[in-house]
């Protein structure tokens, strides 16, 4: 660490990161860390504390997300690029991606690639994981988002994690789930999606480092968080998958990411559009993560 940041200054940098960790010390400490390793590799010696400092501001008075202020979050072996607004990559994502992979990874179908569709696309997190983290030549993704600002960065993600995509191609594109006409030609394989489920009622108490810094089209939906469920398990029914399904048999169809006490409810959604089998993911910490249809 350079010598201008004496013990003095940490300090008081530990004590600023407090409130937005939460008061977490741990938490506090951990973000103090990223923050140094990021400043030091990215500015020269003489710059490091003044953009330190400014980093500080943004995080303890801005409440700016620290991955919106080091402009990227991991994601499996990706190092993804973010930017305010569009939806930080969670962990919970991740952790169904990589499962999902690893599924498809396991069945290794004959024949052409699984064509999957990426709704609510965001930073492009789900579409590059799964080209990522699949063999070689398995899938081709197709990415969507209704958001300019999420396109453009998922574009740029494609490009920078290209070497990393094992010849699985990406493609990402404007689209709307209320325009049919706008998404890009099925039928396909597998739909996945992260779509927005956050009430308006738990919109208002969220945290400031999502309510003000998040695009709230990524994370907020009517009819008790469920509007863009149902409007994705009708258009995946009506003639965006193949129907029958031609792949292997334990390979799901349609996986949508939910909030806590929502998996139950969407599974009524999905077997009222006819699809025979349905089942709930849990998170690691026990909650409804995706609901999966067969």
């Known amino acids: 660490m350079p010598r201008l940041l004496r013990p003095s200054f940490n300090v008081r940098a530990l004590r600023r990161l407090l409130p937005p960790c939460g008061y977490d010390v741990h938490g506090a400490r951990a973000e103090w860390r990223w923050l140094r390793e990021w400043a030091e590799a990215s500015v020269a010696p003489a710059l490091v504390r003044p953009t330190l400092e400014r980093a500080l501001w943004e995080r303890a008075r801005l409440r700016k997300p620290l991955q919106y202020i080091l402009g990227t979050q991991p994601f499996g072996d990706l190092e ?3 930017r305010p607004p569009t939806l930080i990559p969670r962990w919970e994502t ?3 991606v990589l499962r999902l992979a690893g599924l498809i990874s396991s069945t290794s179908p004959s024949g052409p690639p699984l064509r999957i569709l990426d709704l609510c696309t965001g930073t492009g997190c789900i579409a590059l994981g799964l080209a990522a983290h699949c063999p070689s030549g398995q899938v081709q993704v197709w990415g969507v988002d209704v958001a300019e600002s999420a396109i453009l960065l998922a574009r ?3 490009k920078k994690m290209h070497p990393l995509l094992r010849g699985n191609s990406v ?3 404007l689209g709307d789930l209320n325009d049919p006409s706008s998404l890009p ?3 396909f394989d597998l739909i996945v999606s992260n779509p927005p489920y956050v009430t308006q009622e738990d919109w208002a108490g969220l945290e400031p480092e999502v309510r003000v ?3 709230s089209r ?3 939906a009517d009819h008790a968080g469920l509007q863009c469920h149902q409007a994705i398990a009708s258009l995946a029914a009506s003639h965006l998958l193949h129907i ?6 334990t390979l799901p169809r349609l996986l949508m990411e939910c909030g806590e006490g929502q998996g139950k409810v969407i599974q009524d959604i999905l077997n009222s559009v006819k699809f025979s089998r349905t089942d709930i993911w849990l998170d690691l910490a026990g909650s409804d993560r995706v609901v999966v249809a067969y």
Not at 244 to 249: D, E, I
Request: no cysteine.
């Open 171 to 173: 493609h990402f594109q």
């Open 185 to 187: 030609q099925g039928p």
């Open 80 to 82: 993804l690029l973010t």
């Open 213 to 215: 810094w998040e695009d």
């Open 244 to 249: 029958p399904h031609p792949g292997p048999r």
């Open 218 to 220: 990524a994370l907020v």
């Open 156 to 158: 740029e993600n494609a």
């Open 94 to 96: 991740e952790e169904w």
